[in-house]
Each structure stands twice: as C-alpha cells, then as structure tokens.
C-alpha cells in the first residue's frame, strides 16, 4: 500500500474538529505505525439505512445482512486492482443466503434469502443469533478485476458460528494474517424536528491487520501442551496460526476492547474511535473511501440475459403479454415485450432465466 502521502496524524485537536454526524458512509484506512498495524475504520450510516429498509426481512436478517456489508466493505476497500468484490454466504440455516456485493471504489448492494417464519420463531424464542440463522455452509469471497476480468474466489466454512469468526478463520487459515474484527449493527431510534419517532439502521465495524515489515515477526503461536504432534513439522492449514509478538498482542488486545455502540453510535466518527485506541501509539489515517448505496442492475444488463431464452423459456416467463424481471436487490421491476426479444422467433436450445424469473446477477 502507497498511502503515505495521505497520511494525516491524529492527535487530540484534530479530533476535537470531527464529529461523526454528517460523514458516515465511507471506510477510513489507519496504521499504527509503532504497533506495524494496519486497517480500516468502517461506518455507515443513510447507506445501510437505506439497503436494509428496501427489504422486507426480519430484523435479525437485517443484522445479518448489514454485517455482511460492513465486512464486505472492511475487506474490499484494501484491494487494489478490483472492480468488484461479492461475500456470499449460502447455508442450511433459516437465512440460506446472504450477499453483499461492492463495486470499487464504494457502490455496495446485498440481499438475502430467508426463511422468515423460522426466522421469527428463532427470535421469539429468544435464540435467533448468527450461529442459528446461519447453520451449517459456505462464506465465499470473490474478487474480480478489471470489467468482466478475472475471478478469485476464497472459501471458508460456516459452522455455527457468526461472520466475525468465520472471518478470523479466514486469516488465519487462508492468509496467514494476524487478523482482528469487529463488527456491529444496530437500530438507532430518536425524533426528527416535529418530535415524529424515526428509525434508521447503522453498521460499522474495524479490521486491524499485523503487517510487520520484517515477516518472521509472524510466529506460530505455541500449541497448547498436548497437542503438539511428536514427530513431523505441525500443519500450518487450520492450526492456531497467531502472531504473539508483543505489539499484535497489544493491538489485537485493544481492537476487542471496542463496543458495539461504538461502531454504530454517529455520534463517534472513526477518528474518534481510533484515537481512543491508539492514541499512546499514534495512529496515522489516510484518505477515506465513500461508500453508498447504489445498485448497478440496468435493462442492458437483463436484456442480455433475457436473450439467451429460447421459445418455451419465453412463453414460460411470459404473463399477460409481457415479461417482468425484478432485480432482487434493488427491488427495481423492468418490463420486456416477448415478441420482440430473439428467442421468440428461433427453436434453438439456449441456456436461460432461472425458474423462479429472478436473477441475482444483474
Ligand atoms: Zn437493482
């Protein structure tokens, strides 16, 4: 990363002159220089307000939901060279899918797929956290770079646990990265000038990553007694891959102080949080990225689709004389007339819409 030139330091006075009010929605890259720590400080307010207001889940998806963002704009605002980045969890759980997907530098969109009565039994009973919607499945990241240009995808399993595991689990196991996340989200409930109740969601979350100039500063961290295999080198893939230099100890042990309500609270700008944790280091931040709430569905991009149908998957999709494709994460309804679309005319055996009519590719 090149951000040096950017880099503002954070002392008392310049956080005295920012409030965390008017300037959510962006992802603030820091680095604790002392500590050789880098990340990002993510805080979205009318963006996520506005995502997960379009959908009609029940709140603990919405939760889930805007964690999916938050973590998708924690991990997608290092990237260099990427168009986009999708984190999609499918499980067997009552939210069998959640999607959150970034176009860099900062458009996000997401979606999921629930079960919404089990959902609301879970948390009628009291027992509707991630492990529970989530069951048992698959956190896939893919990365693709340039427009149409190569795909990456990184896995991890869901096993009964929250994103934020699942994640942890992902930089230990597949990057190696000494990695610390957290994550929150919440309903914010005030009264605007008329003293009308108003509702409105916010997210935000931190990622704080050990990025030690000299790399053997990264160490296995010593198994526990007992675990140590006796004969041959220990499997690095899914062992306790940490980091027990002193400073990640220090930074790691600082990022889990931080609360909820911190990340959510507009009233506590990034800047501010940062300060609070690192200012006997001295923490350094650079140019935020903006994020926003933006979908980049288009009748172009369905039209496309639409014509690789053949006849029968026309006729099929047809109701009333026309065919209505709504895009599932803008909720955005487009209408096409059969006739004029080129399948309509020819026999030939094409791939096509899936059953349902919906498309999460738009
Ligand atoms: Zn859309």
Redesign the pocket.
């Known amino acids: 990363m090149t951000q040096k030139q950017t880099a503002t330091a954070m002392n008392g006075d310049a956080d005295a002159t920012m409030n965390g009010g008017g300037d959510a929605d962006r992802a603030l890259p820091f680095q604790v220089d002392a500590l050789e720590v880098r990340g990002r400080v993510v805080s979205l307010g009318p963006a996520i307000d506005a995502i997960l207001a379009r959908h009609d889940y029940p709140d603990p998806v919405k939760v889930l939901l805007g964690e999916a963002c938050v973590m998708a704009a924690l991990l997608a605002t290092s990237l260099k060279d990427v168009s986009r980045f999708i984190l999609q969890a499918q499980t067997d759980g009552p939210v069998s899918m959640l999607v959150a997907d970034i176009r860099l530098p900062g458009q996000m969109?997401a979606t999921a797929s629930c079960d919404a009565a089990a959902v609301t039994a879970l948390a009628q009973a009291g027992t509707a956290d991630a492990a529970a919607l989530l069951g048992k499945g698959t956190l896939a990241m893919t990365i693709e770079q340039g427009h149409g240009g190569q795909r990456y995808q990184g896995f991890v399993p869901l096993d009964h646990e929250s994103l934020e595991e699942a994640a942890h689990t992902y930089f230990r196991q597949s990057e190696q990265i000494p990695t610390r996340i957290r994550m929150a989200v919440s309903e914010m409930f005030d009264r605007d000038e008329d003293g009308k109740a108003r509702h409105q969601w916010r997210a935000g979350g931190i990622i704080g990553q050990f990025m030690p100039e000299a790399g053997d500063r990264i160490r296995h961290r010593d198994l526990p007694a007992g675990d140590t295999p006796e004969d041959g080198p220990e499997d690095l893939q899914g062992a306790d891959f940490e980091a027990d230099d002193d400073a990640w100890v220090e930074a790691a042990a600082l990022i889990e102080t931080v609360e909820d309500h911190e990340l959510t609270d507009p009233a506590i700008s990034p800047e501010r949080l940062l300060f609070r944790l690192f200012h006997e280091r001295g923490v350094r931040v650079f140019k935020p990225v903006r994020l926003e709430d933006h979908?980049?569905?288009s009748r172009a991009r369905i039209e496309k689709v639409l014509d690789q149908m053949d006849a029968v998957e026309i006729a099929d999709a047809a109701i009333d004389g026309e065919i209505e494709v709504r895009?599932?994460?803008?909720?955005?309804r487009y209408h096409f007339d059969p006739d004029a679309l080129p399948g309509a005319t020819d026999g030939d055996e094409k791939h096509g819409l899936s059953q349902d009519g919906s498309l999460t590719n738009?």
């Open positions: 969109r979908c980049t569905c895009c599932e994460f803008c909720g955005l738009l």
